[in-house]
């Protein structure tokens, strides 16, 4: 017989004939399977279309559609294309050398397809031939290397190797969710009693974190069945379960375990055995696992087999919950287990559900407190005083009538109802230390390169750049010129070029950066300029390089640099000057003043003018409204680049807007400086989707309510559904100078009812930060913002749940008088909404209490008479009693 040749086994594995590769392969000697593996190895297979194939558009048969054509043609490649996958895999295992090889091969990428039984079973013959790597190696070194994300392609042919070498599998997440998988979805409770591995792997079905989630709805009730015919011990079944539920796992997860548990209906002696178990089970996040515990328990308990001090332990981790079908029945337990005997632990457990963030639940604690006071005496109200001393408002009044007036008839100090203030505003912090190498400069450039929304960076970047240039050029060029792209695609990437090459380039601004509506032009033309001067001589320092993280320069450092620009001879750059002008904090020392009109120059003249008194004045901010357009079917309405109106619910937005401010000394588009109404959402898209807003707050760090105005509208979106704005930038505007103004107080409005969590969180951050601010000359936060939120009310853009979530934070933040006016303004449109009232106006009881607020509000006193138990009448006689109590 001749030799067999890499050729005719390369036809046979694009033939994708598998036995046919076997059995040659077995035929051959181990040297002559040796030396075929370097030419296996080095193969690619063709992925052109398989020859012999009709082409399925041209059929003399007019009775088959060319789908059916084309489906029929498709599907004999898959098929091909998956044998051809099956022998390749055959001829690597016969012909490489070691088992480390073989395992590499078949682990390998170009592998995409699940192997088929006939190759599992060729692959058992070829590796059990003599020379072959052992067999048993090679499926243990595959079993143990198996990942979850690749169970689908490799489980089979695992399995099948396992199997055949007689070796059991290793309990990994990888080879326990193969095994699910190869058990299937039907008849499961056949399949478990009859595979090898039940016994060993099924354990780690609860045990392994994330796996359970595999199991589909047929599991259950197969696992029950598995053991009540006795294929599987019950008692280790059930401890597992439990451990996975007191563990904790993801949500589909623990909702399949939760299935099992219920199934496999513990009776009372096990929930009895695994009580401690059942405890831990009460601090689930998972309330469906806090809930089958607590209903464990309570059975444990009427069956007398639980002692007062866990049925205690039960109500400390239960009353604190948010849940409130879970903690009302904890108290049903609690009142019914008080009845029965008179522990004071019991009634210790009880108060502290009065702590509960829920009022209602707090009352009908009080409520359950109130019944079994008398029996307890002197100890039961020594406790209900410590609760006490921590509530406020009408919790306080009713926990007070309990105990015969306020502490409880003691001479105890008043309670001091003074809202606590949040923490003052430290100083920004300065700038990092300037950039001190050249391979630093290159890590700066290569980091800008990949995201252009570090502010920070940048300013380091462009103000050690020229320094680094004028230093050593040719050190500089040999440290950026492997980063420069291709392309030229913007101004920064110019700028780049420059300090390489000492040329200047023409440059037109792109598309993103030609729009002088936003402060991000003023970047890319501070850029070019750069640009420019790298091409020549650099300066030997930039005016607008910030002092502080918030963008301020140093008055003192640029009355320096422009005074030696003076005396040298050239004049600053000008968009570097309007940069640094616009830069310039708002309280400036006399003595920089002063020493500023002794310039002569004209940028000394220009700054001298601006620190003197004559800096850009402050918009005069208007609220619009804005019609939101609507797209026609087969018309495009904002161009390519921008996401259409269709999903907007509402007809309109709020918006701002400002008459044209002009400015002799800097020089800027007339655009940049102005906001008529049409411009409010026009751009805004364009702008948001492709660049960051991130460097606008650093353009104009004492021109706040400008920046809110360019922001506006993209928080705007965001408040119309879960799509992401611009929120996180309004801590950086709750740290900008300048006067509080309609435009920032909208931005936080939008920012309170936005979609994202993460976004309302922001708005709440700097909701606290500007409530923290001393230099606000008595602007009222609240109300601006109370203002702007009942507006949007007006509009149908506000949820009033995420707001009351919000103030919620602030208030808990210590904003408290800013929390009550801003839920003030809310609470007639809270009266009239039909969801998230009652949420709104529990967070104002509680703002109203914290800063002692007293009023009436009639709209609110006919909704607390007109009676019912609605949420919303509890709520509204709520707020009422806590305005109207006694100070």
């Known amino acids: 017989m001749s030799a067999l040749t890499v050729e005719q086994l390369i036809s046979w594995i694009e033939a994708g004939s598998v036995e046919q590769v076997a059995d040659a392969l077995l035929a051959a000697s181990e040297a002559e399977r040796r030396a075929l593996g370097p030419r296996l190895k080095a ?38 294309k998956r044998n051809r996958e099956d022998a390749l895999r055959v001829a690597g295992a016969a012909c490489l050398p070691r088992a480390a090889d073989v395992v590499s091969w078949l682990r390998s990428d170009r592998f995409w397809e699940q192997p088929q039984l006939v190759a599992v079973n060729a692959l058992v013959r070829v590796l059990s031939a003599p020379g072959r790597p052992a067999l048993a190696s090679v499926a243990r070194q595959l079993a143990d290397r198996l990942r979850p994300a690749q169970v689908d392609r490799q489980w089979p042919m695992v399995s099948g190797l396992l199997t055949a070498a007689g070796l059991a599998p290793p309990t990994t997440e990888a080879v326990v969710r193969g095994w699910i998988r190869e058990i299937g979805w039907a008849q499961v409770a056949e399949r478990l009693q009859a595979h090898p591995h039940t016994a060993l792997l099924l354990p780690h079905v609860f045990r392994i974190p994330r796996v359970a989630v595999e199991l589909r709805e047929e599991w259950p009730p197969a696992l029950a069945r598995l053991v009540a015919d006795g294929g599987y011990p019950r008692a280790d079944l059930l401890a597992d379960v439990l451990l996975r539920l007191r563990a904790g796992d993801r949500p589909g997860a623990v909702r399949v375990v939760v299935r099992v548990h219920r199934i496999l209906a513990p009776t009372t002696a096990e929930c009895a055995e695994h009580r401690q178990e059942y405890l831990g089970m009460l601090s689930s996040p998972h309330v469906a696992v806090a809930a089958l515990a607590l209903a464990a328990l309570r059975a444990v308990d009427d069956a007398g087999r639980l002692p007062a001090d866990l049925i205690a332990e039960a109500a400390y981790a239960v009353l604190p919950r948010p849940e409130k079908k879970l903690v009302r029945a904890a108290l049903d337990w609690l009142d019914e287990a008080l009845r029965r ?5 019991l009634f210790a457990a009880l108060t502290a559900g009065i702590d509960n963030e829920a009022v209602d639940l707090a009352e009908r604690t009080l409520a359950l407190t109130a019944r079994h006071l008398p029996v307890f005496g002197d100890d039961g109200r020594a406790v209900l005083r410590d609760v006490a001393d921590a509530l ?38 300065a700038l990092p230390p300037p950039i001190a190498s050249v391979a630093e400069l290159a890590a ?45 695609t913007d101004s920064f990437v110019l700028m780049l070029q420059s300090a390489v090459t000492g ?89 920089v003043a002063e020493a500023a009109a002794r310039l002569r120059s004209p940028a000394g003249r220009a700054f001298a003018r601006w620190v003197a008194g004559g800096a850009l004045a402050d918009p005069d901010i208007n609220i619009v409204a804005v019609q939101q ?17 269709c999903g907007s619910t509402v007809a309109h937005r709020r918006s701002v807007t400002f008459s044209p401010l002009a400015h002799p000394d800097l020089t800027l588009p007339q655009e940049l400086l102005s906001r008529p109404p049409e411009h409010a959402y026009q751009h805004v898209y364009l702008h948001h989707y492709t660049l960051s807003m991130v460097p606008w707050p650093l353009a104009l760090p004492s021109h706040r309510e400008l920046v809110a105005a360019y922001v506006q509208p993209a928080l705007a979106r965001a408040a119309d559904g879960n799509v992401r704005g611009a929120g996180d930038l309004l801590p950086s505007l709750a740290r900008a100078s300048g006067p509080l103004g309609p435009a920032f107080a909208l931005c936080l409005a939008y920012g309170l009812t936005a979609g994202r969590p993460a976004e309302r969180l922001a708005a709440t951050d700097a909701f606290v930060l500007t409530a923290a601010r001393t230099d606000l000359d008595g602007a009222d936060l609240g109300a601006l913002v109370g203002h702007g939120l009942a507006a949007l009310h007006d509009d149908g853009v506000l949820v009033l749940r995420r707001v009351a979530e919000a103030l919620t934070g602030a208030l808990r933040a210590g904003a408290a008088a800013e929390a009550w006016a801003a839920a003030r303004a809310l609470v007639p449109a809270a009266l009239t909404a039909s969801a998230g009232g009652p949420d709104l106006l529990a967070l104002a009881s509680t703002a109203a209490s914290a800063v002692g607020a007293r009023e009436t509000i009639p709209e609110v006193e006919n909704v607390a008479i007109r009676g019912g138990h609605t949420r919303m009448v509890t709520e509204a006689g709520r707020l009422v009693r806590t305005l109207t109590a006694p100070t």
Request: hydrophobic fraction near 35%; charged fraction near 25%.
């Open 43 to 80: 193969y690619q297979s063709n992925g052109s279309a398989v020859s012999g194939f009709e082409n399925p558009y041209h059929s003399d048969d007019p009775s088959e559609s060319t789908e059916y054509r084309y489906q029929q043609a498709w599907q004999q490649w898959e098929t091909l």
């Open 341 to 345: 005997t008179r522990d004071p632990q």
């Open 392 to 429: 406020d408002g009408d919790l306080r009044r009713q926990a007070d009538a309990l105990l015969g007036g306020p502490h409880g008839g003691t001479a105890a100090a008043a309670v001091d109802r003074t809202a606590a203030r949040p923490a003052p505003l430290p100083p920004p912090a």
């Open 444 to 488: 700066a450039a290569a980091c800008l390169l990949r995201h252009r929304d570090d502010p920070i960076l940048f300013e380091r970047f462009v103000a050690a750049l020229p320094v680094f240039v004028r230093a050593d050029r040719p050190a500089v060029a040999a440290a950026l010129a492997p980063l420069l792209p291709e392309y030229w």
């Open 503 to 591: 040329r200047q380039r023409t440059y037109a601004l792109n598309e993103y950066e030609r729009d002088p509506a936003y402060p991000s032009h003023l970047t890319a033309r501070r850029s070019i300029e750069l640009a420019e001067q790298l091409a020549g001589e650099p300066p030997a320092a930039l005016l607008a390089t910030p002092a502080t993280v918030d963008g301020h320069v140093d008055p003192v450092r640029v009355l320096d640099l422009v005074a030696a620009a003076e005396a040298a001879g050239p004049s600053p750059a000008p968009y570097d000057l309007t940069q640094a002008l616009l830069r310039l904090p708002r309280v400036i020392e006399p003595e």
């Open 629 to 645: 357009k609507r797209c026609r079917p087969g018309h495009q309405t904002h161009g390519r680049y921008l996401p259409c109106e």
